[in-house]
């Protein structure tokens, strides 16, 4: 049997229920490729699953990690698509265990896009499922057009601050929330204005927004309609009641909760956005896989920038 590192937790908790340990390496099956993992990103799905000790659609005690940057090892029967030696990034098998935080994950080909040339593993692997929300919330599911008013909530956060990337690469007016001290760094992704949410009601001080993005939860949606033109669409990403959506729905507001899915087509335009530069995720902290529990630690605070992400492989 060939084996593997990888991050394992034995029941459900903190941080310090996961660690490292030597399983079987898994093998491609027909239209699966095997995928090397050098980086892997760090998400607030990956510690939920970690508390829960499942995921909302798995049996027990899933392996963790979705965001995923490597090298192509093998590919199984009827897999054109990539060769070994190829460079890839993807957000695997999503909203279904992956196991990203490991040495190998399998999945098929079309989970993953070519890695962006110039862009490191490390920088490649926090795209995929933030860069992913984001865009099919914007652009699928908002539909967003040049010159709309686009809300961002934690716009300095892992998914909000390639939202505020994307919704500018789209010709929209941004707003973004965060903390004073993240203000510079929000304005600097292109934002048009940044509200201090701990010093002001955005609930008062927004209005005629097209598109809010509600990356909280809790009351951020309820407030977030007083924000909103009649007409325009709320995409939650947490959370999205009955209540919410009747009250949403006498203004003709589009209010859901939207859930991320693998994505080929627009990976491959992230990958050329992140190419060329004009896409980029910001690293908040890099641990090794051993130290994912640190990693999580970190990530729990709620006071990133950005993305966390593990290193795997040299």
């Given at each position: 049997m060939t084996t593997m590192r990888a991050i394992v937790q034995d029941e459900p908790g903190g941080p310090e229920v996961l660690r490292l340990a030597e399983i079987e390496r898994p093998e491609p099956g027909p239209v699966e490729i095997l995928v090397r993992v050098h980086a892997a990103g760090v998400n607030p799905t990956d510690?939920?699953?970690?508390?829960?000790?499942r995921s909302g659609y798995g049996s027990a005690l899933p392996r963790l990690g979705f965001d995923v940057s490597g090298v192509v090892e093998a590919v199984g029967p009827g897999v054109t698509l990539?060769?070994?030696g190829d460079e890839v990034f993807g957000m695997p098998r999503f909203p279904h265990p992956a196991g990203a935080y490991a040495e190998y994950v399998t999945a098929p080909p079309r989970h993953f896009a070519r890695k962006p040339a110039g862009v490191d593993h490390v920088q490649a692997a926090a795209l995929p499922l933030a860069a992913l929300t984001a865009w099919q919330g914007l652009l699928d599911t908002a539909e967003l057009r040049p010159g709309q008013r686009v809300l961002v909530h934690a716009a300095a956060g892992g998914v909000g601050h390639l939202a505020v990337q994307i919704a500018k690469l789209n010709g929209a007016y941004v707003?973004?929330?965060?903390?004073?001290?993240?203000?510079a760094f929000v304005r600097g992704l292109g934002a048009d204005e940044v509200i201090d949410?701990?010093?002001?009601?955005?609930?008062?001080?927004?209005?005629?927004?097209?598109?809010?993005?509600?990356?909280?939860?809790?009351?951020?949606?309820?407030?977030?309609l007083r924000t909103l033109r009649d007409g325009g669409v709320l995409v939650s990403y947490l959370s999205a009641d009955d209540d919410l959506v009747s009250a949403a729905a006498k203004r003709d507001i589009n209010a859901g909760w939207t859930l991320v899915e693998p994505d080929y087509a627009a990976m491959k335009e992230i990958a050329a956005l992140a190419e060329?530069?004009?896409?980029?995720?910001?690293?908040d902290s890099v641990f090794p896989l051993e130290e994912a529990a640190k990693a999580h630690e970190r990530g729990e605070t709620g006071r990133t920038t950005g993305k966390i992400a593990l290193t795997v492989a040299p």
């Amino acid at each position: 049997m060939t084996t593997m590192r990888a991050i394992v937790q034995d029941e459900p908790g903190g941080p310090e229920v996961l660690r490292l340990a030597e399983i079987e390496r898994p093998e491609p099956g027909p239209v699966e490729i095997l995928v090397r993992v050098h980086a892997a990103g760090v998400n607030p799905t990956d510690w939920k699953t970690r508390q829960r000790g499942r995921s909302g659609y798995g049996s027990a005690l899933p392996r963790l990690g979705f965001d995923v940057s490597g090298v192509v090892e093998a590919v199984g029967p009827g897999v054109t698509l990539y060769r070994p030696g190829d460079e890839v990034f993807g957000m695997p098998r999503f909203p279904h265990p992956a196991g990203a935080y490991a040495e190998y994950v399998t999945a098929p080909p079309r989970h993953f896009a070519r890695k962006p040339a110039g862009v490191d593993h490390v920088q490649a692997a926090a795209l995929p499922l933030a860069a992913l929300t984001a865009w099919q919330g914007l652009l699928d599911t908002a539909e967003l057009r040049p010159g709309q008013r686009v809300l961002v909530h934690a716009a300095a956060g892992g998914v909000g601050h390639l939202a505020v990337q994307i919704a500018k690469l789209n010709g929209a007016y941004v707003i973004g929330t965060a903390r004073e001290a993240k203000h510079a760094f929000v304005r600097g992704l292109g934002a048009d204005e940044v509200i201090d949410y701990t010093e002001v009601d955005f609930a008062e001080a927004v209005r005629d927004v097209d598109v809010v993005l509600d990356t909280i939860g809790g009351d951020y949606g309820p407030r977030s309609l007083r924000t909103l033109r009649d007409g325009g669409v709320l995409v939650s990403y947490l959370s999205a009641d009955d209540d919410l959506v009747s009250a949403a729905a006498k203004r003709d507001i589009n209010a859901g909760w939207t859930l991320v899915e693998p994505d080929y087509a627009a990976m491959k335009e992230i990958a050329a956005l992140a190419e060329a530069g004009r896409l980029r995720a910001e690293i908040d902290s890099v641990f090794p896989l051993e130290e994912a529990a640190k990693a999580h630690e970190r990530g729990e605070t709620g006071r990133t920038t950005g993305k966390i992400a593990l290193t795997v492989a040299p």
